[in-house]
């Protein structure tokens, strides 16, 4: 192989080769080189041409696994609006148990997209790519979710007796805050305490669904990875 040809960044070419099913291997990777020497870096430049081919990789990994973001984002943003809108007494509308199993459900969900994920391209790594893209997109979606609702759901709470109680106690809590960056002090508004138990759920919630992502992922392209696969049952469908 000529050395001075331009190749694709390393890190979109390995994910690539784990992205796609090994009898599609080898034609959509050279299909794709070639593309990117002979069309996208002569007329595109290096930088956008790498652009392109990153933008081909992330179309690959959705096309495949974007079913297993929905119910990970459905999961939890069903759960934040049940928590939200509650009855006059300030007592959730379905019990604490329904609430905890909705988010209990996301760890099975990162277990298939692993096992999918490596039975689909014989490859355990392949599993795990699936299921860290699927943590990621999720979310990504679930903090864009609270930071859009943050405004209207505050004011939907600041009248709600719960979450009132919620925002006294802590305005007036003696000890100090779990977290460094929310200094809740007497004159704090409901709308900057929102603010910050937004900031530090979402931290919470991406350590946690990490943290399932790594085990459900490893767990799930373990047994994908276990589980025949015959080439013909590969749909060009998906592509």
Known sequence: MNMTMPN???LPQALLHLLLPVERRESVVGDLLEE???SRVPSRGRFRANLWYWKQVFGFWLRAYWAFVVPVFGLFALRHVLSVF???SGLPYFNVEFLFALTTLSPFVFLLAGAYGSWRTRR?????????GTFIASWLLITAWWNTTLYPFALIQQSDPHWIQAWQSSIHQTQASSFWFNTATPSESFLRWAFWENAA???VVGASMFGMAVVGGGIGSTLGRMTPRRPSEHTQAQY
């Open 86 to 88: 509650r009855s006059p």
């Open 36 to 38: 990117y020497r002979d």
């Open 201 to 203: 759920a979402q931290i």
């Open 8 to 10: 694709p960044p390393v």
């Open 124 to 132: 355990w790594a392949g599993g795990i790519v699936a299921t860290l």
